[in-house]
């Protein structure tokens, strides 16, 4: 069975500043993939960012990028020069051969 | 491309009724799925599809709850009878060619059942 664990259930960061959204997953698979999805107030689930776990090198997306522990089975995500659009839900997810399984998500406040 | 479209985005109903909530997919994005968001179980898968074929209803709750993908470009779930406790946003998301892709959701559907 896939597990993901998101134990930070509220962050808040200062507009500018560098924040980190953490993330542990559990699964038999060898082969799967792992994402952070955004979801804004206006409900629109988004992706921000998505790795390969065959892949060492961690993913990057401008402002965003991950720290991929494989051993470990950690997948946070590091958000840098945060601004305010970027408030809203954010959502560790694992996907297997057959389906995804998403955290419980963390709500992320920016502070002007 | 017009995104993954829901309808209807709200609906209220009483108690005892029977619930339709309608998806359509991105063209040419061969896997569904629907999800249910609530507070207390976060977000859950309910089931998906591959090419209109059920692959895994493990996650729909109780038989109350069905789904049908009549065709590639359509999708409905049906709640009946519906309940208070189904109150929550269902989404609907697709993905081409695999599940270890990007879905790409819908806008959600909020239900309240009174």
């Known amino acids: 069975a896939q597990t993901v664990t998101q134990s930070q259930p509220e962050m808040s960061v200062q507009e500018a500043e560098t924040v980190t959204l953490s993330c542990t997953y559990d699964t038999s698979e060898s082969d799967y993939y792992l994402f952070w999805y955004k979801q804004p107030p206006s409900r629109q689930m988004i992706l921000v960012i998505r790795?390969?776990?065959?892949?060492?090198q961690n993913a990057t997306e401008n402002r965003f990028s991950v720290n991929f522990q494989k051993a470990a089975k950690s997948f946070s995500l590091k958000i840098s020069d945060s601004q305010l659009g970027d408030a809203a839900m954010y959502f560790c997810a694992c996907s297997g051969t057959y389906k995804y399984i998403f955290g419980t998500g963390t709500r992320l406040k920016v502070l002007a | 491309d017009a995104g993954v479209i829901q309808s209807p985005r709200h609906e209220v109903t009483e108690m005892g009724q029977e619930v339709t909530l309608r998806c359509k997919p991105i063209?040419?994005?061969?896997?569904l799925f629907w999800y249910r968001q609530t507070m207390m179980r976060g977000l859950e898968l309910l089931i998906y599809?591959?090419?209109?074929?059920?692959?895994?209803d493990s996650g729909m709750p109780e038989d109350r709850f069905s789904a049908k993908m009549p065709n590639a470009s359509f999708s409905t779930l049906k709640i009946q009878p519906s309940e208070p406790r189904d109150s929550a946003v269902y989404f609907c998301?697709?993905?081409?060619?695999?599940?270890?892709?990007?879905?790409?959701f819908g806008p959600g559907t909020r239900l309240t059942v009174l």
């Open positions: 599809f591959n090419n209109n074929v059920p692959i895994d």
């Open positions: 998301a697709s993905s081409f060619r695999s599940s270890y892709n990007e879905q790409f």
């Open positions: 790795q390969e776990a065959y892949k060492q």
């Open positions: 063209s040419g994005h061969d896997y």
